[in-house]
């Protein structure tokens, strides 16, 4: 199994920056594509952003491009997602997952990806 650990959320003013880590420990070979979520309270969880773990070009959520970007370090095993110019609508539960094939068309999907962190909060104050 692969096991995903988040950090780097936490509080800041609109108009700042956040950088967003995902540790991944255990069978990584198994990870072809990583991706970030986020879940705000009453609404249901969204894409956020996703990469291949050989590179390629990423993928986002029309509401975060041009402000978010997600970048990986095959070597450390880690996925990062660096928030710029952030939004009081950015405020969320974010999440790192895995998934352990080619995603295509489905890597804005949450429920294809395989393996899943416990979240990182981050809360942007107007």
């Known amino acids: 199994q692969v096991q995903l650990v988040e950090s780097g959320g936490g509080l800041v003013q609109a108009g700042g920056s956040l950088r967003l880590s995902c540790a991944a420990s255990?069978?990584?070979?198994?990870?072809?594509?990583m991706g970030w979520f986020r879940q705000a309270p009453g609404k249901e969880r969204e894409f956020v952003a996703a990469?291949?773990?050989?590179?390629?070009?990423?993928k986002y959520a029309d509401s975060v491009k041009g402000r978010f970007t997600i970048s990986r370090d095959n070597a450390e095993n880690m996925v990062y997602l660096q928030m710029n110019s952030l939004k009081s609508e950015d405020t969320a539960v974010y999440y790192c997952?895995?998934?352990?094939?080619?995603?295509?068309?489905?890597?804005?999907?949450?429920?294809?990806?395989?393996?899943w962190g416990q979240g990182t909060q981050v809360t942007v104050s107007s």
């Open positions: 997952a895995a998934a352990r094939r080619y995603l295509g068309s489905n890597t804005y999907y949450g429920s294809w990806y395989d393996f």
């Open positions: 255990g069978r990584t070979f198994l990870i072809y594509v």
């Open positions: 990469i291949n773990w050989s590179g390629g070009i990423p």
